[in-house]
């Protein structure tokens, strides 16, 4: 039973245009949610999080957004660049941190 | 600052054996923990430990425990190892409480094959 759903397992994005990755969550108990960029044969990095009382985050070229009522959350980067080609992982906090599957974003020349 | 090492990167066990997994937190973390990631899902939480002791665990058998050292580095050990334990096994170090943090710091991870 999944808590943390990424149902994209991959996506194709130009560079320079906006990728948009989406997370399903199902527990309204979680307070924080993450986004965590993984490159191969590297652990997750930390890039961007939110808090369960906001609906939007920026740090630079990342925003999260997130939608409570319909318990959806969104990573959105632009302009896209080659090197966020990576797996981003979506995760939520409750006692622990639970990830989703993760989405592999392909950035396009 | 150093960051968050793990040993070894790569092991090969058969099945019913008895493996060590080795962390080095990022200096100054009092707080490390480990997850397993299966192929193709994301990390699962196993447990995690403060200051020597254990802070919460998820769903995992008893025969995967751990231990922090007082250098706050860690050791993650399974025994009775079955096929279904190939995974990467991956380390966080964080500066909390003891609470989940959001920023963890992770390690490159363990690659772990049971044959």
């Known amino acids: 039973d999944q808590q943390v759903k990424q149902n994209s397992p991959s996506l194709s994005v130009q560079e320079g245009r906006i990728s948009i990755l989406n997370c399903d969550y199902t527990?309204?108990?979680?307070?924080?949610f993450l986004w965590y960029k993984k490159y191969p044969a590297e652990g997750p990095t930390f890039l961007i999080s939110i808090s369960s009382i906001k609906d939007k985050n920026e740090d630079g070229r990342f925003t999260v957004f997130l939608n409570k009522s319909a318990k959806h959350l969104s990573l959105h980067i632009v302009p896209s660049q080659p090197g966020d080609s990576a797996v981003y992982f979506c995760?939520?906090?409750?006692?622990?941190?639970?990830f989703g599957k993760g989405t592999r974003l392909h950035i396009l020349p | 600052e150093t960051g968050v090492t793990q040993s070894p990167t790569h092991l090969i066990k058969t099945r019913g054996q008895q493996v060590t997994l080795r962390c080095s937190s990022q200096s100054g973390h009092n707080t490390v923990s480990w997850y397993q990631q299966a192929l193709g899902q994301g990390p699962q939480f196993i447990f995690q430990?403060?200051?020597?002791?254990?802070?919460g665990r998820g769903n995992f058998p008893p025969r995967f425990s751990g231990l922090q050292f007082p250098n706050y580095s860690s050791e993650l050990n399974v025994n009775a190892l079955e096929l279904d334990d190939s995974a990467l096994y991956l380390c966080?170090?964080?500066?909390?409480?003891?609470?989940?943090?959001?920023?963890?710091?992770f390690g490159p991870g363990t690659r772990l094959l049971v044959l």
């Open positions: 430990y403060y200051r020597e002791e254990e802070n």
């Open positions: 527990n309204s108990m979680f307070d924080y």
């Open positions: 995760a939520a906090r409750d006692d622990k941190i639970i």
């Open positions: 966080a170090s964080s500066s909390g409480q003891g609470a989940i943090q959001e920023t963890q710091y």
